[in-house]
């Protein structure tokens, strides 16, 4: 008995060390191998994480991965956004010099306390004569959402879903409200603005992958007011929503920040189409991917794709530039990725994150204001 057991140690010791040095092959033939492309990608997708630049790092040069790493991410786009190319309608004027003030008395953040409106385009009524203002829309009216697999430019199958936001004036930054000392789930931060769908926004401080969510990266704005700068006297890559509901894209210092009619904003990058125009990428990692795009007619398009997973492998920045265009897009900005792409919709969780947990917390998001309680607080009354 002792020498079976003896044999079959040693078989499964053959067995095992075969097994490793068949991986070790591959791998070494994939990273050194005449493969350029795959030693690329390789490197690209260790470099775009925050916790797992090591894989890069232990078989290349500091040189070669920068050199790989600026010859593949996305070329700025040399021209300047036009916002005239993107028409909303004739009740989404550029908010009034009243509207703006209301709003930056406020304290902030005040997500709950919007003062644009959605659909209404009366004054509310001051006496019983008058006709009753036009309702809001529901909610499955105002957001869609559609599920669908592709495959990215590597051939690897992944999930992603997009939501598309009808009316663009319900759009807002959703910000923790315990900015500076705690993150909050998508879930959370939509709850406590009175939103009922939402994806992640910008970046955030993730020092050894032990980050809450607290720090966002770059700059924050509400309602025309800058609550957070951690990058200040540098410019700034912005992902904007005016006060007319479109989506600004723009390079800005901090002085111009408060003079492009901005009404909520992070700071995140690349853009990846601006005026219809794609920028030009290269070979990019393969991850979970989030972005956000505005058509033609004003739509909001908020992606999602799903990553590292059997089931869904991710996708690349091309991947994204391809989905958007697609869809209409005239403008749209790469966003915070990774384990904390999540989108919810009435509360619920719409795809898989790639997080340990079922959602992480996260500083910064994209949410849309529910309209029925948007119009409540404007009116101060109850809509029945």
């Keep these: 008995m002792k020498k079976l057991l003896i044999r079959f140690c040693c078989v499964a010791g053959i067995l095992l060390s075969f097994i490793l040095f068949l991986g070790s092959a591959c791998g070494i033939f994939l990273i050194y191998g005449p493969m350029e492309s795959l030693r690329e990608l390789w490197i ?55 509207e703006k003030e209301t709003a930056s008395s406020e304290t902030l953040p005040v997500s709950e306390t919007e003062s644009e409106s959605v659909t209404e385009t009366e004054t509310a009524p001051e006496t019983e004569s008058e006709t009753e203002p036009p309702q809001p829309k529901s909610q499955e009216e105002l957001v869609t959402i559609e599920k669908f697999s592709r495959k990215n430019t590597q051939g690897l199958s992944y999930d992603a879903y997009m939501m598309i936001v009808e009316d663009p004036t319900l759009l807002r930054v959703g910000v923790t409200s315990r900015i500076g000392e705690h993150g909050e789930t998508l879930r959370t931060i939509c709850e406590k603005n ?49 006060w007319d509901g479109k989506l600004l894209l723009k390079q800005l210092t901090d002085a111009e920040l408060t003079e492009n009619n901005i009404r909520d904003a992070v700071e995140f990058n690349p853009f990846l189409i601006v005026n219809g125009v ?107």
Excluded at 225 to 237: A, C, L, P, Q, R
């Design 44 to 98: 690209t997708t260790a470099m775009e994480t925050f916790h797992h630049q090591y894989l890069a790092k232990w078989f290349f040069p500091a040189t070669y991965i920068t050199e790989v790493v600026e010859r593949n991410k996305a070329q700025e786009i040399d021209e300047e956004i036009d916002l005239s190319l993107i028409h909303i309608g004739e009740d989404s004027e550029t908010a009034s010099e009243t």
């Design 194 to 242: 009175d939103a009922f769908a939402g994806i992640n926004a910008a970046g955030f401080s993730d020092p050894e992958g032990k980050g809450n969510g607290a720090y966002p990266e770059g700059v924050v704005m509400k309602d025309g007011k800058v609550i957070w700068n951690s990058t200040e006297g540098k410019k700034h890559d912005v992902i904007a929503v005016t």
């Design 278 to 384: 794609a920028a030009k990428v290269g070979v990019t990692g393969v991850h979970p991917r989030a972005a956000i795009g505005q058509t033609a007619d004003g739509k909001f398009l908020l992606l999602i794709i799903d990553g590292r997973s059997a089931k869904s492998a991710g996708a690349t920045q091309k991947d994204v530039i391809d989905i958007m265009l697609d869809y209409g897009a005239v403008n749209c900005a790469n966003l915070d990725g990774g384990s904390s792409a999540t989108m919810v919709y009435q509360g619920k969780l719409i795809n898989k994150p790639s997080s340990i947990s079922e959602m992480r917390s996260i500083a910064t998001s994209f949410i849309v204001l529910d309209p029925v309680k948007l119009l409540e607080k404007e009116r101060g009354s109850t809509i029945e």
